[in-house]
């Protein structure tokens, strides 16, 4: 159980297009879902938090303009990379919390690696 | 400022051996203490996981212990296997809101 899945794996784009990377919690709704950034031998960053059908709250330093986080259903939530660069290139990996179980559990799906050429 | 620091970075132990990564915290208001284990272009995975009240929590070879005072708290992976070599990270978490520490590569040698 406490599955969540990430599409797509991997995805290359050109600098200056959009992105949009998705996150299911297949088997559980969600109470809130996360948003992490990991660059290579890094530890894994909080980007923003969302709850379904608010706002998402974002992390000091994130640009919210650039990083566009929906949260449609307790059971999905998209991050929409826009006007990519370079530096953009990272592992973007997100998590959910179960509305069933603890709140401070979360479960990882298994990461978008994007590369903007 | 760093909310949980861990070492060590790296860590090479033999096959059998045990594999110790420690964590400390600064915020007592933490009130969940996770590990997570993260293979080469995967997402962590949760290993175990231990709440303030209790001093040591184990599942199969994996063991927390818990240091409240110290506000330290460590995993120790009992005979340790190629298999086990991954990244860990630790966590500290307040409410909802997760933070890693810095991780530690485990390279377990055949």
């Known amino acids: 159980g406490a599955v969540v899945s990430q599409h797509p794996s991997w995805v290359i784009c050109k600098s200056g297009t959009s992105v949009k990377i998705e996150c299911r919690s297949l088997?559980?709704?969600?109470?809130?879902m996360f948003w992490y950034r990991q660059f290579p031998k890094q530890s894994l960053m909080l980007m923003a938090t969302?709850?379904?059908?608010?706002?998402?709250?974002?992390e000091q330093g994130v640009e919210k303009d650039k990083f566009l986080i929906n949260h449609a259903s307790l059971t999905l939530s998209t991050l929409t990379v826009t006007s990519a660069h370079p530096e953009d290139s990272s592992f973007y990996i997100c998590?959910?919390?179960?509305?069933?179980?603890?709140?401070?559990?979360?479960?990882f799906g298994p990461g978008t690696r994007l590369t903007v050429l | 400022q760093q909310q949980v620091k861990q070492s060590p970075q790296s860590l090479i132990v033999q096959k059998g051996g045990i594999s110790i990564i420690n964590c400390a915290y600064e915020?007592?208001?933490?009130?969940?203490f996770p590990w997570y284990q993260q293979f080469p272009g995967k997402g962590p995975a949760l290993l175990i996981a231990?709440?303030?009240?209790?001093s040591e929590k184990k599942e199969g070879r994996f063991t927390i212990s818990f240091n409240k005072s110290a506000k330290q708290f460590s995993l120790h992976i009992m005979d340790s296997q190629p298999g086990d070599s991954a990244t860990y990270f630790c966590?500290?978490?307040?409410?909802?809101?997760?933070?890693f520490g810095e991780g530690t590569q485990l390279t377990v040698n055949p």
């Open positions: 088997d559980f709704q969600a109470t809130t």
């Open positions: 915020n007592t208001a933490f009130d969940y």
């Open positions: 969302s709850n379904e059908g608010s706002k998402a709250t974002y």
């Open positions: 231990i709440r303030p009240d209790v």
């Open positions: 966590g500290v978490t307040s409410g909802s809101r997760l933070t």
């Open positions: 998590s959910a919390n179960s509305l069933a179980g603890p709140t401070d559990t979360q479960y």
